[in-house]
């Protein structure tokens, strides 16, 4: 059994232990994957885990459905990241024409088809899919194709995801939307990764109308309590009814294991804490629900 985990905070880190079935430094990151006991097959990328067999489905449903269960109608989708294929599976289930999906690390795809294949269950082959190796940010200054939505499943604000939280990055996703579009990104821990979130919330109110963050649980995620934000000019996420929710997830036949509407009405009442940081780095930003 080899340990690994990573360092939270001064004086806290995670530990665990499991077989190393893979390890890989690529031109990008280190890229590991182990066999848990409990939580499965697991995803590291220099250090950090970015997902695991068994909690997978808490994150990649809350990064995707809120979103786009907001649209009455899901065309094109653009995704940055998400190498591992699991918010692209949810993003399918939404019934798009076409999924445009840029990842800067081919590897990361080719080790998780082969090592935790039920994560994608296929989505890479699906025909609607169109696979762009390459960096996000640079893929989207260049974009000039309008999308429904754009959906970013990057890392951490450290290495290569680092240009996801800034301000150009989000001006160009802003230009790629059509009017109503709307995006979503993960956006770290409120508790451990406060840089990572405020320059998310910051960043993304200098292009955006509306921009709602929205908390959840990950269990092997640092601190478990993790965030998400949208940005839209459009209508709120926050605004879409769980009547509405409902009947969308039953006429796009989405089965889920977390997200249902209740949920979705709840994601977005946000902490005391959590509206003082907003309201700290945005001064006008007023969060909804
Ligand atoms: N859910 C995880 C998290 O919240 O930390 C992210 C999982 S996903 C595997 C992250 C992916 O983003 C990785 O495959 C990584 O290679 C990719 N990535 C990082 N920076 C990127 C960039 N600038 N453009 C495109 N993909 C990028």
């Known amino acids: 059994m080899t340990e690994f985990g990573e360092r939270i905070a001064e004086g806290l880190r995670t530990a665990y232990e499991g ?11 280190k890229l590991e994957v182990f066999e848990h006991p409990h939580f ?40 940055i990241g998400g190498g591992d294929g699991g918010t692209l599976r949810r993003v399918l289930e939404h019934g798009p024409s076409e999924v445009v999906m840029c990842e800067i690390d081919e590897r990361v795809i080719e080790v998780c088809r082969e090592h935790l294949p039920d994560i994608s269950a296929g989505a890479h082959d699906d025909p609607r899919v169109q696979l762009v190796i390459g960096d996000g940010a640079e893929f989207v200054a260049q974009s000039d194709n309008a999308f429904d939505a754009i959906v970013i499943d990057g890392s951490d604000a450290i290495g290569p995801a680092a240009v996801l939280f800034s301000e150009a990055f989000y001006a160009s996703c802003h230009r790629t939307l059509r009017p109503e579009g709307v995006l979503v990104t993960q956006s770290g821990s409120p508790m451990f990764q406060l840089d990572e979130f405020r320059m998310a ?8 109308e509306t921009v709602e963050p929205f908390l959840s649980f990950v269990p ?12 839209t000019d459009g209508k709120p996420v926050s605004f879409t009814s769980p009547l509405v929710v409902r009947l969308r997830l039953e006429e796009r036949k989405i089965a ?16 005391e804490f959590v509206r003082e940081i907003c309201a700290a780095t945005v001064p006008t930003s007023v969060p909804h629900g």
């Not at 919330?201 to 955006?208: D, K, V």
Request: aromatic share 12%.
């Open 19 to 29: 077989e190393l079935l893979h390890s890989e430094h690529t031109p990008f990151q």
């Open 40 to 79: 499965g097959r697991v995803l590291v990328l220099d250090g950090l885990i970015q997902t695991t067999q068994s909690d997978e489905f808490c994150y990649h449903e809350m990064l995707v459905h809120p979103a786009l269960v907001s649209l009455e109608r899901v065309g094109r989708v653009l995704i």
């Open 220 to 231: 092997t995620y640092p601190g478990v309590l993790w965030s998400y934000m949208t940005a």
């Open 201 to 208: 919330f910051g960043n993304m109110n200098r292009s955006f």
């Open 256 to 271: 889920t294991r977390f997200y249902n509407p209740d949920l979705h009405a709840g994601v977005f009442a946000l902490p």
